[in-house]
T-cell receptor, first 114, second 112 residues
C-alpha cells in the first residue's frame, strides 16, 4: 500500500537556525498538509496546500513558516529562525481530494530545538 | 470554530472487555468524521470514517455511528485485544481544503 514518507525521522537544531522538513506524499494525491503535535498535546493543523498554493492555514502558521512543492514529488515545511517552542512532532499528510476524504499520514519528524 | 471533545484518558481495560471512547463535536456545517489510531513511535492511521448522519464506520472490529442529533461519534469495540493498545484520535473535516480538527486523544492500554 502506498504511504507518505517523511525525512528525517529526528532533527536536532540550535535555536535560531533554519530547518527544512521533507515529505513525499502519495503520488496520486492532490491535497497536502502539515500538522504538529507538541509532546503530550493534541494534533494541531498548520497548513493545507493544493494546486501549488496554500489553501488554508492556522494562526500557528505565521511568517516563520513556509511550504513548498519544489518538484512533482516532495512537499517541504521550512521553519526560519527556530524557537524552543517549535519542538514537536511534525506530521505530513496527503489526500486524494479535500472534503470527506481521509488523510494519509507519515510517521512524523521529531524536531528538537536546543 | 470547529472543535472535537474526547473522553479523557487514559483508559485501561482487560483483554476481551468492551470499549467505548466518547467523542462529541462542534461544527458549523456537516462535517465528515474520522477516528485515527496512533501506535507508539508511528504516525496516525485512519481507523474508520463516516461522511453523513447515521453512517456507521467500521474496521477491525471497531465501530462508530455519526449521530447528528447528539453531535457524537463514539468509538466502540466489543472485545479488545492487547494489540489495540494505542492512542485514539477523533477528528472532523469540514472545509473544502480538508483541514482536520483533532480531539486531544485517548490512550488505551489493554492488559492480558
Amino acid at each position: 500500500e502506498p504511504e507518505v514518507t517523511q525525512t528525517p525521522s529526528h532533527q536536532v537544531t540550535q535555536m535560531g537556525q533554519e530547518v527544512i522538513l521533507r515529505c513525499v506524499p502519495i503520488s496520486n494525491h492532490l491535497y497536502f498538509y502539515w500538522y504538529r503535535q507538541i509532546l503530550g498535546q493534541k494534533v494541531e493543523f498548520l497548513v493545507s496546500f493544493y494546486n501549488n498554493e496554500i489553501s488554508e492555514k492556522s494562526e500557528i502558521f505565521d511568517d516563520q513558516f513556509s511550504v513548498e512543492r519544489p518538484d512533482g514529488s516532495n512537499f517541504t515545511l521550512k521553519i526560519r529562525s527556530t524557537k524552543l517552542e517549535d519542538s514537536a512532532m511534525y506530521f505530513c499528510a496527503s489526500s486524494e481530494s479535500g472534503l470527506s476524504q481521509p488523510q494519509h499520514f507519515g510517521d512524523g519528524t521529531r524536531l528538537s530545538i536546543l | 470554530g470547529d472543535s472535537v471533545t474526547q473522553m479523557e484518558g487514559p483508559v485501561t481495560l482487560s483483554e476481551e472487555a468492551f470499549l467505548t471512547i466518547n467523542c462529541t463535536y462542534t461544527a458549523t456545517g456537516y462535517p465528515s468524521l474520522f477516528w485515527y489510531v496512533q501506535y507508539p513511535g508511528e504516525g496516525l492511521q485512519l481507523l474508520l470514517k463516516a461522511t453523513k448522519a447515521d453512517d456507521k464506520g467500521s474496521n477491525k472490529g471497531f465501530e462508530a455511528t455519526y449521530r447528528k442529533e447528539t453531535t457524537s461519534f463514539h468509538l466502540e469495540k466489543g472485545s479488545v485485544q492487547v494489540s489495540d493498545s494505542a492512542v485514539y484520535f477523533c477528528a472532523l473535516s469540514e472545509t473544502n481544503a480538508g483541514k482536520s480538527t483533532f480531539g486531544d486523544g485517548t490512550t488505551l492500554t489493554v492488559k492480558p
